[in-house]
């Protein structure tokens, strides 16, 4: 299961953070991917940390966006600086004990979604 923070709306150029918590998962420590979908667009990955903490962003973020993990290892955040209109979308953290990158079709369990408005 895994459980997102509230998104919200923030201004052009500020800053927010998500927090996706992961639980039932017999490993300590899993995959764990960021995801967004903007109305009428296909899902696209984020961000995303492995079980030993490597990293993958989009394009669209690197400088801007930064995924971490707690020293416990099942939950993750999302800081978001410098955000655009552009980021206006609905997020949805999905995990798995393996890593696979940012490819959504490999990540089986998925969180609630929370919107992300900039404006």
């Known amino acids: 299961q895994l459980v997102e923070s509230e998104g919200g709306l923030v201004q052009p150029g500020g800053s927010l953070r998500l927090s996706c918590v992961a639980s039932?998962?017999?490993?300590?420590?899993?995959?764990m991917v960021w995801f967004r979908q903007a109305p009428g667009k296909e899902r696209e990955g984020v961000a995303g940390i492995s079980p030993v903490d490597m990293v993958d962003y989009a394009d669209s973020v690197k400088g801007r966006f930064t995924i971490s993990r707690d020293n416990v290892g099942n939950s993750v955040y999302l800081q978001m600086n410098n955000v655009k209109p552009e980021d206006t979308a609905m997020y949805f953290c999905a995990a798995d004990p393996r890593w696979w990158q940012l490819k959504a079709n490999r990540y089986h369990v998925w969180g609630q979604g929370t919107q992300v408005t900039v404006s």
């Open positions: 039932g998962f017999p490993q300590n420590r899993v995959a």
